[in-house]
């Protein structure tokens, strides 16, 4: 690089986040002081038209060579400045941006002398790194044309159904047995009362029939490696010990079965045998065989059973299936509080205390009851039945792994627990201890107002105890009423906790197969909480319903749906862009020594002959640009594009004349 | 001295985690002591011993090397061989004469805005205790014969 750098600085006021605070004229003259800036200028808005066209036209007024924007963070505009740069002449990677808004004038308002100080600074260590970058071209390289959707709720499915209308071949894994998630236990959904398996299952339906969709179900994902474009999933399709091609669904199998145990998908309210279907919808109508309860009594491969389909194989083994996908879309849902935590409601421990998901399969038609509502201690038909809303939500307790956040879900799905005992239990009194009825969707608030007039007693105040009449198993629930301002004590024949929603077990081991993070709350971290709440920051990766945070069905299909709109933009324009951020090795300082070797973790750096001599190389596409192997080569031939050393060590020294 | 002692701290900070945590302390406000001037690398592991002993031989008071929890990395382990690196490093600056309280490695990830702030208050009581880099103390002579030519 023989060529004389000429840089321009562009700082920016934000409106008065950044001026408001420091003086960005005195910071203009700063900049114009040091070593390489040919120009330095200052605008309200640097990222607006005006402020880019800025940009492009100084580079061509001051025959700039590389561009420094004073604003706010990289991780925000750097993309805008370096689109301006590129349109100006200058290759993109000879911008760089010095952020002085959200680890500056943000973060020290309050001692402005000091902000000020540590501006120039910061710009003064970006001026150093903008004199030492090189250009870079980005690669471009195919897109498979191909996604995954792990998970199969509503999420998965309408996922699922968009990717393969839009005409891309979509992998559905699903690690139950059956898709259709938590929707598919729901009775009706609030507030239009639509029966949640009638809407449900015709899209399960869609999901089998459509020739783009591959589904997997009772398979997890075990391996994902690669990148946006080029992802290589591996699979484990666990054993069924049930050939799906063969089994037809028949069910005599389950009939001859002897052995009984727990239904997982009613909650345990009514037992199944160990050659199941979850749900008579199932989809795919397979038996599963579960092998930990099974007895190997050979029953169910008799005549009267199986018999000549031969569908059964004890010995049958999982299977690892190899993918190759371009994007892939997180669908993996949510699970419920263990509201057992919360001693003071006696869940588990008295028997009329159920949670709200087991009373859906209590109030559901195809649940253990068929849809009658009784109590679980005597079977008896409650007359008074209290709902404790933010069972685990909204709450401080730590301790008790409660939730400070709002589940969005359970104010709605108490209301429309509390309307279909009013229309199936004449006389029946609901009695819901909230603490704000949260109300907020399309025709939601109607409904709430429809609850109070059909008899609805709303009475506001967090239960703090219940306790049990050991005879006859009523329930003495000790509130307050805040509105009265008033202790209140009464006897209940049931009470249901609409228990929070909370982040998957089972996510966490695809967050870190893709190395997606988490906000504070448990669920998966969006690219941007407003603008891009479908997206992470694994490129190529997006996110759809709970995993991201707790929403309504309708919210989950919409965000679903947003998400298989920007998974499909990748594989529809068959290329993408990859950073030019990957490693290279000088095999002339090379020792050929291996240290970088052992370090990559993605197997990227590889030993090779070169001219009769071992030394290491880096296979860009594999490479992802993290630099580990560059700072551990002792003989320093590992050259770390864009966070060269000679980069680093001038914003070091850079820094250094601070003082 | 009339004025009170200001350190001049370098935080190295991965992109995706901490360098993320502390764009969410400025988003949400948060107020901390502008003693860090931070350089943004993708990936602690990229994290070179020599950046360290460069800014304590530049006369920095302190460094602070910030990245994902373990086992939240971006690119799977960088933070684990960074770790080892600067538990080498505490050692090795001890030798030097630096207490080894100068250079700390904490883990924020990017939704612990609060917790950069806390770092940062922290690190910042722990220098202003330590006083100024020895080197600066020695005198400006000396600063000038001690640091090295640049060899990268």
Known sequence: MDEEKRIGVFVCHCGTNIAGVINVKELVEYAKTLPHVAHAEDYTYMCSTPGQSMIKDRIKEFNLNGTVVAACSPRLHEPTFRKATEEGGVNSFLFTMSNIREQDTWVHMEEPEKAMEKAKDLVRMEVARASKLEPLTPKTVPVEKAALVI???????????????AGIKTYLVEKEPSIGGMMSRLDKTFPTLDCSQCILTPKMVDVERNPNIELMTYSEVEGISGYIGNFDVTIRKKSRYVYEDKCNGCGKCQEVCPVSRPNEFDLGLQPRKAAYVPFPQAVPLKFTIDMDSCIKCDLCKGEEACGELEAIDFDKPDELITVKVGTIIVATGFD????????EWGYKVFDNVVTGIEFERLIGASGPTGGKVIRPSDG??????????CAGSRDQDEEDGAKPYCSRVCCMYSLKHAHQLIEKIPGVVPYLFYMDIRSFGKAYEEFYYRIQREGGKFIRGRVARITEDPVTKNLFVTAEDTLLGAPLEMELDMVVLANAVVPAESTQKIKSLLTLSNSPDGFLLEAHPKLN???TTTDGVFLAGMCQGPRDIPDVVAHAAAAAAAASIPIHRGSVTLEPIYAIVDPEHCGGCATCIGLCPYGATELKTVDDKLVASVNEAKCKGCGTCGSACPSGAIKMQHFTNEQIMSEIEAFAQGW | MAEEFEPNILGILCNWCTYAGADLAGTSRMQYPPNVRVIRIMCTGRLDPAFVLKALSVGADGVLISGCHIGDCHYLAGNFKSRRRVALLRKLIEEYGYDR??????????????????VVQDMVNTIKKLGPNPLK?????????????DEF
Do not use: H, N
């Open chain 2, 137 to 149: 103390q020695a005198g400006a002579a000396q600063l000038e014969g001690a640091v090295a030519d």
């Open chain 1, 151 to 165: 998970g199969a709720g509503i999420a998965g499915i309408q996922a699922s159904l968009e990717l393969a209308d």
């Open chain 1, 380 to 389: 008896k038909t409650p007359k008074t039945v209290g709902f404790v809303l």
């Open chain 1, 336 to 343: 419920m509080y263990d509201v057992e935590r919360k001693e």
């Open chain 2, 101 to 118: 309280e100068r250079l700390r490695m904490t883990f924020v990830s990017a939704s612990e805005g609060a917790l950069w702030a806390e």
């Open chain 1, 533 to 535: 709440p479908m997206s």
